[in-house]
């Protein structure tokens, strides 16, 4: 299931506890793919703590507690970690997180706390969600069969990689706007793992906000650029990355375009790519100032003269995923829909 769809399901199975009805969920997906980021962006957007507990470094007592005697009884110290109402609040996600590389006997461990959200007499308050994530065997990540008990005890979705989520979100967290640029123009390139040969380094959503960071840093070091690219994602697509940017010297002018003055578009298709994302970064900038409205409606006047319509189309899709419905109250959105009607179906 794509991440936008997911991301729907966990907010609601967050807000079913509230009716009762919360069932665990189990992500599977590859390493870097998001899967953890996708937790803790719901923990984040519902403003509850988020709990993670990453399985595969515990021990069977870290989970089910420490015994001690009291009077003639032996009884159960609650772990810390666990949720508790009056610390953490009576809302929050428990995330248990690479439950597919933690030994069997703290997988079974964790079986009465998943189905029956309690562990001897410790419960977990019925505010919490529980969420798990792990990797796939063939992912050669430290990995166990999840066994079938467990297994049951959750609903099971896997993670597929999707270009235009990963694209909002990117514009969300601020990655570099050459970054996505590049992955629209490379989207085979957002995730590139071959199990066969084992790669250190490799494309995926997690190393390339590695390779924003890079970005960042080393911009002005052109002699340490492209090695501290490929030390994020990998040789091939550093090496290809860094040639895509030094390639943008060529792009138009973005603030003439941004003032409404007649540019041409670029003819090589890798600008394009790169001056939608561009134009799409600064429609986001500009929200919320003064004459946001004529920055957008020149954008948009702009996106009418790409040599290939679909390009505009994908960065005014872009740019509603961004901006929302306001985006439909701009003038210009009305002429530039009516010039793309016979291609496009539109899809919020």
């Known amino acids: 299931m794509r991440p936008a769809h997911l991301l729907q399901v966990l907010d609601r199975e967050f807000a079913s506890t509230r009716e009762g009805h919360h069932t665990p969920v189990m ?57 508790n109402a009056e610390r953490q609040g009576p809302a929050g996600v428990l995330f248990l997180d690479e439950i597919t590389s933690a030994p069997p006997s703290v997988s079974a461990a964790a079986y009465q706390l998943i189905l029956d959200r309690r562990l001897g007499a410790y419960e977990v308050p019925p505010g919490w969600a529980i969420f798990a994530a792990g990797n796939r065997q063939g ?67 997690r190393s390339w906000e590695f390779a924003h960071r890079a970005l960042q840093k080393f911009l002005g070091h052109p002699e340490l650029l492209s090695g501290t690219l490929q030390a994020c994602v990998g040789q091939a697509a550093g090496i290809e990355l860094n040639a ?21 578009a670029p003819s090589e298709i890798d600008l394009q790519y790169a001056v939608a994302a561009a134009l799409v ?3 986001i900038r500009a929200k919320g100032q003064d004459g946001a409205g004529e920055v957008h409606g020149h954008i948009l006047d702009y996106a009418g003269i790409f040599p290939q319509r679909e390009m505009g189309i994908m960065m005014v899709t872009d740019m509603h995923r961004a901006l929302g419905d306001e985006l439909f109250s701009v003038p210009q959105f009305a002429d530039w829909s009516e010039q793309v009607a016979d291609l496009m179906l539109y899809d919020a």
């Open 244 to 264: 895509f940017i030094e390639h943008l010297d060529q792009l138009p002018d973005l603030d003439a375009i941004l003032r409404g003055e007649r540019v041409p």
């Open 27 to 83: 992500l599977w997906g590859p390493p870097g793919v998001g899967k953890s980021q996708m937790i803790a962006e719901v923990a984040g957007r519902n403003g509850v703590p988020l709990i993670d507990i990453r399985l595969s470094q515990m021990e069977p007592s870290d989970l089910r507690g420490i015994p001690f005697k009291h009077g003639d009884l032996v009884e159960w110290a609650i772990p810390a970690m666990l949720p």
């Open 281 to 283: 970064g600064r429609a």
């Open 139 to 205: 992912d050669r990540g430290v990995t166990y069969t999840m066994p079938a008990p467990l297994a049951n005890r959750f609903s099971h979705f896997e993670v597929d990689l999707n270009v235009d989520d990963w694209a909002a979100w990117a514009y969300r967290a601020g990655i570099d706007d050459r970054i996505i640029a590049f992955i629209r123009f490379r989207p085979d390139l957002l995730f590139d793992f071959d199990p066969a040969h084992n790669p250190v380094a490799f494309p995926s959503p």
